[in-house]
């Protein structure tokens, strides 16, 4: 008689997370989609303050402003990222979904 491992065993209950089916569509991703947003609201905000302080030398020394730069370009780049897959998602273009954006 072989040993089976019912911790791993694949029974009807395994197809529900939280309560839910697999195969429903959960529909948009609010937090997701609020978090992509607000990544891109800041990083366009932090390219343009830290741009601004390298070139008037506010905060110091010019590396203040680089440094907003390089951060704003790091947040503005995921939330651009997900943002366009939300929106294109939302538009109905074929080949992205809201499953395409990761859960936080």
Same mark, same amino acid.
């Given at each position: 008689?072989?040993?089976?491992?019912?911790?791993?065993?694949?029974?009807?209950?395994?197809?529900?997370?939280?309560?839910?089916?697999?195969?429903?569509?959960? *529909?948009?991703?609010?937090?997701?989609?609020?978090?992509?947003?607000?990544?891109?609201?800041?990083?366009?905000?932090?390219?343009?303050?830290?741009?601004?302080?390298?070139?008037?030398?506010?905060?110091?020394?010019?590396?203040?402003?680089?440094?907003?730069?390089?951060? *704003?370009?790091?947040?503005?780049?995921? *939330?651009?990222?997900?943002?366009?897959?939300?929106?294109?998602?939302?538009?109905?273009?074929?080949?992205?979904?809201?499953?395409?954006?990761?859960?936080?």
């Amino acid at each position: 008689m072989a040993y089976v491992d019912q911790a791993f065993s694949l029974t009807d209950e395994d197809d529900l997370v939280d309560g839910e089916m697999w195969g429903r569509p959960r *529909g948009p991703p609010v937090k997701e989609i609020a978090f992509a947003a607000a990544l891109l609201a800041f990083g366009a905000l932090g390219v343009v303050a830290g741009l601004v302080m390298a070139a008037h030398q506010v905060g110091g020394d010019r590396s203040h402003g680089i440094f907003f730069t390089v951060l *704003g370009v790091v947040m503005f780049i995921p *939330g651009f990222y997900y943002t366009r897959i939300a929106y294109y998602a939302y538009k109905g273009y074929q080949g992205f979904s809201f499953a395409n954006i990761p859960p936080i």
